[in-house]
């Protein structure tokens, strides 16, 4: 099957810029998860949607991040505007329906760099 | 607050060598826990996926065991390889119905 499709694989913009990240999971996979991981972590929990409805995101910055996922597949995350601090390799993951007992699939992630 | 920490950092073994890399967790009211490859500028791959139930998991070269009322999970890498260098992450899902991820150990074989 193919995996989760992330795009782009790089991107450097500079602060106050905005930027937008896609994410394709894998067919058929409900739950759809937005990550953050900055060098040397752990991957952070930004958004978690269950098919087109968000189930958890209390961890996202929305005064300037946002996350949508039209039609319960694909989805899109936004940075606007950027800061420094937003330097991150930002991963999409997905699961089937019953995610809790599922593994995560990851994709192959988006590297952000701010200057 | 559920924390995963993971020990050690860093760990650099010859060629052949069994390991074992740990991973604590702070609640033990979890659904499962789950153990993660992650390659330079790559993603997350899944290793091995305990349930709660469950003591241990084997694929192949790797062992995963989870003693939930202790809060440990440790994956042994049995003769290990070159190939195997990467960072090691484990990750619990708890009642909470958050997924936490541990910062990670990062491993070399050396040749």
């Known amino acids: 099957e193919a995996g989760v499709a992330q795009s782009p694989r790089y991107k450097i913009i500079e602060k106050r810029q905005s930027v937008a990240f896609w994410c394709n999971p894998i067919s058929g996979h409900a739950t759809l998860y937005w990550y953050q991981q900055i060098l040397g972590q752990g991957p952070k929990l930004l958004i978690q949607f269950q098919n087109n409805g968000v189930v958890d995101d209390s961890q996202l910055p929305k005064d300037r991040f946002s996350a949508e996922r039209l039609k319960g597949v694909d989805s899109t995350l936004k940075i606007q505007p950027a800061k420094l601090e937003d330097s991150a390799v930002y991963l999409c993951a997905s699961s089937f329906p019953e995610g809790i007992l599922g593994p995560l699939h990851f994709g192959n992630g988006t590297r952000l760099t701010v200057t | 607050k559920q924390e995963v920490t993971q020990i050690p950092a860093a760990l650099s073994v010859p060629e052949g060598e069994n390991l074992v890399l740990n991973c604590s967790f702070t609640?033990?009211?979890?659904?499962?826990l789950q153990w993660f490859r992650q390659d330079p500028g790559k993603g997350l791959t899944s290793l091995l996926l305990?349930?709660?139930?469950?003591r241990e998991q084997t694929s192949g070269r790797l062992n995963a065991s989870l003693d939930k009322s202790s809060g440990r999970s440790t994956l042994y890498i049995a003769a290990s390889q070159p190939g195997d260098s990467a960072t090691y992450l484990c990750a619990v899902w708890d009642y909470g119905q958050n997924f936490v991820f541990g910062p990670g150990t990062r491993l070399s074989v050396l040749p």
């Open positions: 609640d033990s009211a979890i659904y499962n």
């Open positions: 305990i349930q709660s139930s469950q």
